[in-house]
């Protein structure tokens, strides 16, 4: 018989002068849901946590309540075997599930109300539909969500001419109901030109920024911002003056509060170079008016902290920007990681890890693409065959910004990770709760994978918090993975043995 798996405790952790309770609640891990389950965590919908699985032509919502038993596992009887792509866009009693599927030579875009007993409150709803002579084996539509979630987007890019790309975008309400559709061809070099992260704003702006540099293996030397507007059938472009310095992966973050675009780049002051320190740039998204921008140099006390294993010149060299954190009063806190690989048989560079990692550096075709930075998410359960690939993540920087893009201070979180088979068990998640940054991840303690968790306040002081102790033998957290679903909550996907099954965290 196959028995459940249930651990309830506490922990009492010293935090910044006061006593903190974490309350880690399992669920029972299901025959169905092995290491090759597609999932998605939806989040919480009322008083329960759901979650979406996917094995094979089977696709099912678990529905598990506080304690994290499962209510009930709801077949979703209208989707085809074989979907493409899911994602979720949640509120506190319901959720809308935007999914595609292929039939014959159409791909659909479909969504569908979900309430918090994982059944669907609505009839499927076309959203959108193109017309291929291939069968798509990853995504056509790139589903976006403005923060308030009240603007949703579906968006596609047909690059099948190379010089000519045709965006279409659907911009929907909160509802799923559509507002517009647009049909917008942009001029590329396909060869040198690259696309950012795409966001949706508020107010149903369209941004990303438009990358280019010179050869298809150098940094980027010319960098615009692309801003598509509401009710606007156009692109507006406008490009920034780097003064001569060559950026590395720009990432940009939409200030809804105060009404700003903030991008962030680590830069170079040479071709291929080591990286000298961060451009910030903060750009006013009602006025068109470049508000700021800046190269802030590190200095050798912060290379020192950051640097790990490498030299000081090339402490930075394999970090890479993860999150932007806008403040109250215009400023922003930037997070950063050491990540990287090893080979007998291939030395990965930068570049070649920029190129894996980002879809839109794709230069054959724009056409499908995986979820950026998240290649072990939805669809892609993959694992790397060869063995004498080694995957690291190691610091984590946490530098904190003003409304005048100045820097007030800076923290380092030390680890060492790695792992030979992939990266599932490495790197870290990062969730705000009370005014504080809470950062779980792996360390290899007495040959064992603990959970630890560090936590840094509004003035950069870091905390560190007594190991986890007396966590379940044989779970294997991926805290990478893991989904914040309320203000102090979140959930948090594990191996046990050859099964996937979940963790609630209560802080």
Known sequence: MFYRLLAVMFLVIAAAGHSQAQRITYAEPEREDTRRT????????????????????????????????LVKRVNQEFMPEKIINVDFVTHPDHAYMIYQYQKKNIVYCMGVKIGPDGKN???????????????????????LVSEDKKMIMALKINSRNSKRFIFTSVLMDGQLNRIEKHQIPMEMDERNDYFTDFYLANSGDLIFGKCMRTGSNDNINKFSLVQKFKGVDSFNVRPFELDGKYLDEVKIRIDNLNRQYLLTAFYYKAKRGNIEGLYTASFDQKGDTLLRHKAIPFNDDLRNLAKGEANVKMAFNDYFIRNIIPKRDGGFIMMA??????????????WDYLYWRNPWMMPSDYYFWNRYYSPWGWNSWRYNNSPATRYHADNIMILSFNNQGEMEWSNVI?????DDESDFLISYTSLVTGGQIRFLFNL????TLMLNEQVIDADGQLTRSPTVKG?????EFMPKFAKQV?????IIPCFYRNYICFAKIDF
């Open 471 to 475: 966590l379940n033998k044989g779970y």
């Open 414 to 418: 030390p680890k060492t990770q790695f």
């Open 444 to 447: 290899m303690e007495k040959r």
């Open 121 to 143: 409150l609505s009839e499927p709803m076309e959203l959108d539909t193109t017309q291929v002579n291939f069968n798509a084996d990853d995504k056509l539509y790139t589903t």
């Open 337 to 350: 990681e050491a990540t990287y690989t090893t080979s007998r048989g291939y030395t990965y560079n930068r």
């Open 38 to 69: 597609n999932f998605e965590i939806v989040g919480k919908l009322g008083q329960n946590y759901l979650v979406f699985k996917n094995n094979r032509s089977s696709n099912d919502i678990c529905v598990y309540d506080n304690d994290m038993r």
């Open 486 to 490: 309320s203000a102090n909550q979140i």
